[in-house]
T-cell receptor
Framework: KQEVTQIPAALSVPEGENLVLNCSFT??????LQWFRQDPGKGLTSLLL?????REQTSGRLNASLDKSSGRSTLYIAASQPGDSATYLC??????????FGQGTTLQVKP | GAGVSQSPSNKVTEKGKDVELRCDPI?????LYWYRQSLGQGLEFLIY????????KSGLPSDRFSAERTGGSVSTLTIQRTQQEDSAVYLC??????????????FGPGTRLTVT
């Protein structure tokens, strides 16, 4: 059974810091991995999608890496801003079409 | 273009009542998914529709839950005889291409269901 774990569960950093969010999964037979952002009371916003054949994806200050063989992904946020404060969710796409989610990392960036 | 929309955004219902939640996927998307987000459980898969294929209902928690997708577009999730443990945010997502390996799922804003 696929399980997705995110560490840490919560993170508080001062503005301007670079930070790394971690995601691990138990079954390497995935199609892709997505990182999402969720603001309180809102839906999910897709940040980055990495296909299983890819190693990383970049969008602005965000960089996501994928090491499928070791079952790990990281989301790197450069020069964090207060507007980055949100919950970040990692999800792997199972071969059945289902997304399996981690519990999320709640990030607070202090001005 | 328009994203995934869901209605209502909030629903408060009494225990034992039936509720219907609606999802309008992005136009042209062939796949539609329902997920549930509840405190302590995180985000969990409920059901998946792909084109004209039989839906994958493996995530539905009980037979009180059902969903249909009419005309390959709009979907309705129905919960019968609601219980307090059904209180959660119900999220709908859709994706464009049939092949699971390349499809990015786009999420709606969710319906917050509260069962009193």
């Amino acid at each position: 059974k696929q399980e997705v774990t995110q560490i840490p569960a919560a993170l508080s950093v001062p503005e301007g810091e670079n930070l790394v969010l971690n995601c691990s999964f138990t079954d390497s037979a995935i199609y892709n991995l997505q990182w999402f952002r969720q603001d309180p009371g809102k839906g999910l916003t897709s940040l980055l999608l990495i296909q299983s054949s890819q190693r990383e994806q970049t969008s602005g200050r965000l960089n996501a890496s994928l090491d499928k063989s070791s079952g790990r992904s990281t989301l790197y946020i450069a020069a964090s801003q207060p507007g980055d404060s949100a919950t970040y969710l990692c999800a792997v796409l199972h071969n059945t079409g289902k997304l399996i989610f981690g519990q999320g990392t709640t990030l607070q960036v202090k001005p | 273009g328009a994203g995934v929309s869901q209605s209502p955004s909030n629903k408060v219902t009494e225990k034992g009542k039936d509720v219907e939640l609606r999802c309008d996927p992005i136009s042209g998307h062939t796949a539609l998914y329902w997920y549930r987000q509840s405190l302590g459980q995180g985000l969990e898969f409920l059901i998946y529709f792909q084109g004209n294929s039989a839906p994958d209902k493996s995530g539905l928690p009980s037979d009180r839950f059902s969903a249909e997708r009419t005309g390959g577009s709009v979907s309705t999730l129905t919960i019968q005889r609601t219980q307090q443990e059904d209180s959660a945010v119900y999220l709908c997502a859709s994706s464009l291409v049939p092949e699971a390996g390349t499809s990015e799922q786009y999420f709606g804003p969710g319906t917050r269901l509260t069962v009193t």
